[in-house]
């Protein structure tokens, strides 16, 4: 079966310092792998996907992950922190190509930007 | 883009009663819908896959008695949870996956559910 794991709960940057979010995933087939934000009382956006193309992939707002197979990791980061990215990010994985599957996301990371 | 439309996107009932959750596919065909479901501060948890036509998929440890879904139609599925509690309180979201394109998944912009 395929799950994540989000190996840190709560990540506190300050603004325009580098931001890391770390995922590692468990997979037995190919998987693709995703990351979501979720600002509170709001629904889920997609950042960005993985779906064996490129393994540096770049989304949106300046986030960018890298897929290393070698590592089974997924790691999220920006370079440069923004106040407005403070909010809650879930690794996400699931098989490619089958309609009927479904994500299956890791507990989250609360970032936090201060000033 | 595709679209979901989930509907409330708020809802407060009193226990014992029961309230019904819809997500419709607006611009595309959801032969599959997810459904799941979010306690504060924690991650969603998988709660059911809905196939039309068809019953629905219940992750274990969840009641399929107390939480209904129909998937009657391509673009229709919903969630009734029936005689509500308070602890059934949460955040309730549903989600799509395109079966052409990029095979992307969208997502509902849930619904807030309280139980007093």
């Known amino acids: 079966a395929q799950s994540v794991t989000q190996l840190d709960s709560h990540v506190s940057v300050s603004e325009g310092t580098p931001v890391l979010l770390r995922c590692n995933y468990s997979s037995s087939y190919s998987p693709s792998l995703f990351w979501y934000v979720q600002h509170p009382n709001k629904g889920l956006q997609l950042l960005l996907k993985y779906t064996s193309a490129a393994t540096l992939v770049k989304g949106i707002n300046g986030f960018e992950a890298e897929f290393k197979k070698s590592e089974t990791s997924f790691h999220l980061t920006k370079p440069s922190a923004h106040m407005s990215d403070a909010a809650e990010y879930f690794c996400v994985v699931t098989l490619g190509g089958q309609a009927g599957t479904a994500l299956i996301f890791g507990k989250g990371t609360t970032l936090s930007v201060s000033s | 883009g595709a679209v979901v439309s989930q509907h409330p996107s708020r809802v407060i009932c009193k226990s014992g009663t029961s309230v019904k959750i819809e997500c419709r596919s607006l611009d595309f065909q959801a032969t599959t819908m997810f459904w799941y479901r979010q306690f504060p501060k924690q991650s969603l948890m998988l709660m059911a896959t809905s196939n039309e036509g068809s019953k629905a998929t219940y992750e274990q440890g969840v009641e399929k008695d107390k939480f209904l879904i129909n998937h009657a139609s391509l673009t229709l599925s919903t969630l009734t949870v029936t005689s509500a509690h308070p602890e059934d309180s949460s955040f309730y979201i549903c989600?799509?996956?395109?079966?052409?394109?990029?095979?992307?998944?969208?997502f509902g912009s849930g619904t807030r559910l309280t139980v007093v």
């Open positions: 989600s799509a996956r395109m079966t052409t394109g990029d095979y992307g998944y969208t």
